[in-house]
């Protein structure tokens, strides 16, 4: 795999505990974690471009894994109580902002087809104040194109997984760490 170290700096340098580069191949894709989106149906359901039913989906992904070397994959680890609280969404869009950010320098390096993904809506992270996407509703261009980025729910990533592929010890519960932290995580496939 090439080397990807200033990739990963930058991530840790946009405010993630950690970060590491994967083998695309070993990112699980689960097609439940997509249905999840729907049934219960979450708030952020077909509400922006980024969530389902917009987005291609764990067959999209699929089809797009073999054409990247390396995933980075970053985790920010956060306070149980304030993953739980009103801050969970200052959270998610943390994580939305790395990925972007990780997303862009990458293109800015000649990695042209850099892809983040994230979790939460965009829609509630980014627009909550507006009543409906512009996209999705107007045709008009999303307000948040710089930080908004794919549901990896969406897309089937599955999460626990992908933390084992990275290395990071848990508790066996999706998003916990050995030492009671909650742990929010974030996507970049590189090419």
Avoid at 39 to 61: D, E, I, K, M, T
């Amino acid at each position: 795999m090439d080397n990807f170290a200033a990739l990963v700096d930058l991530a840790r340098y946009l405010g993630a505990t950690e970060a590491v580069t994967i083998d695309p191949a070993d990112i699980v894709i689960d097609e439940h974690f997509a249905h999840m989106c729907a049934a219960p149906r979450c708030s952020g359901y077909g509400q922006s471009l980024s969530c389902p039913p917009h987005v291609g989906g764990p067959g999209a992904l699929r089809r797009l894994l073999p054409d990247y070397r390396a995933a980075l994959v970053f985790r920010v680890d956060v306070p149980r109580n304030a993953a739980f609280s009103g801050d969970r969404n200052e959270i998610l869009a943390l994580i939305h902002e790395i990925a972007a950010g990780v997303e862009i320098a990458a293109r800015n390096q000649g990695l042209c087809r850099a892809r983040g993904f994230a979790g939460g809506s965009c829609k509630e992270l980014f627009c909550a104040e507006h009543p409906v996407c512009r996209v999705l509703d107007e045709g008009k261009p999303c307000r948040n194109p710089q930080i908004a980025r794919p549901s990896m729910s969406g897309h089937g990533i599955h999460v626990a997984r992908l933390m084992e592929s990275a290395g990071w010890p848990r508790n066996g519960q999706t998003g916990t760490t050995e030492d009671g932290l909650t742990t929010f995580t974030g996507l970049i496939l590189l090419d």
